[in-house]
């Protein structure tokens, strides 16, 4: 997740190492515009992100979660000439909005944009990923992961953000309420990744928590 006030070393990287392209920005004016600005993953993130599509060499990418679009576009801009992202929103203003900025991006042909509930998309999409990246509504991440944990390609990786649940899992309340729902959801999402023996996994200690695992050839 986006943050307005980054510290030191966030300004630093992203400063250095985070370049946004007129696509990108588009989007981000557009957050900002409609006051949905930190909602987003950070420019930082998105890089990550893209970094990882790029070191995977993954040719199919599932997004859980869109917005507007910037992480969707972050990973596009890494995928090859053949490669494809799936992304999934179920709220209609946000695809809507998603819709109108990737299809004015450079990378709109690799981005097939679904609109509706992702428990139900996924259940009807015959793909083997080589990344999963799930930033959704937080009480329904272990059926994200379930499915992921499912398809993921041998040696394919899932990505999921905001996994200290707004300090709800380090007993860091920040302030933000969530519903039992969600940290019990939260909770089977980090264990769950952490015990599995077929599974290569670690949370990246950022503002809101990333935890990413990778499918082990077993």
Known sequence: MSRENLSKAELYIHKTFVKEDADLLRVVEALKKDDKFGINVSGVEGRFLQFLVGVLGAKL??????????????????????????????????FTKARELIAASDVAPKVELIHGDAREVLQKLEVKPDLVFIDADKANYRYYLDWAMKFINIGGVIVGDNTFLFGHMTNDDRGKKVSDAAISSMKYFNETLAAS????????????????????DR
Do not use: C, H
């Not at 990418?61 to 972050?74: A, D, F, H, K, R």
């Not at 490669?83 to 203003?93: F, N, P, V």
């Open 197 to 216: 023996s077929n599974f290569r996994a670690i949370q990246l200690p950022t503002y809101e928590g990333m935890t990413l695992a990778q499918r082990l």
């Open 61 to 94: 990418v599932v997004e859980v979660g869109v917005l507007y679009g910037y992480s969707t576009l972050w990973m596009a801009k890494a995928l090859p000439a053949d490669g494809k992202i799936i992304a999934i929103e179920y709220s209609e203003e946000n």
